[in-house]
């Protein structure tokens, strides 16, 4: 059985740092594509960033290149969102996912299988 599990999220004002994690198990990590997805209220969820199997390129969403940064540890089965000079517009759910999207299809949320519950991240009062 395939678990996702995000953590790491919070409550930080404008400008901070956070760095969010997620622990995969039951399937062989190395072959997977990891992606973040967010998710705002009243919006539709949107693309992060994600990381190419086995982690040789990135991809991020315009809003956040360059001051996001995905990472993975294959061994660990860990991916990790380095989320710098955080902005109130950056707030949501975060998501976890995993899977083999065709790489034109790397940012479409609809081709990955897996995925975590969700972690809250909130810039802001």
């Known amino acids: 059985q395939v678990q996702v599990a995000e953590s790491g999220g919070g409550l930080v004002q404008p400008g901070d740092s956070l760095r969010l994690s997620c622990q995969v198990s039951?399937?062989?990590?190395?072959?997977?594509?990891m992606a973040w997805f967010r998710q705002a209220p009243g919006k539709e969820r949107e693309f992060v960033a994600a990381?190419?199997?086995?982690?040789?390129?990135?991809y991020y969403s315009q809003s956040v290149e360059g001051r996001f940064t995905i990472s993975r540890d294959n061994a660990k089965k860990m991916v990790y969102l380095q989320m710098n000079s955080l902005k109130p517009e950056d707030t949501a759910v975060y998501y976890c996912?995993?899977?083999?999207?065709?790489?034109?299809?790397?940012?479409?949320?609809?081709?990955?299988?897996?995925w975590g519950q969700g972690t809250q991240v909130t810039v802001g009062t």
């Open positions: 990381s190419k199997r086995p982690g040789s390129s990135t």
């Open positions: 996912a995993s899977g083999t999207p065709a790489l034109s299809a790397i940012r479409r949320s609809d081709m990955y299988p897996y």
């Open positions: 039951g399937l062989a990590f190395i072959n997977y594509h």
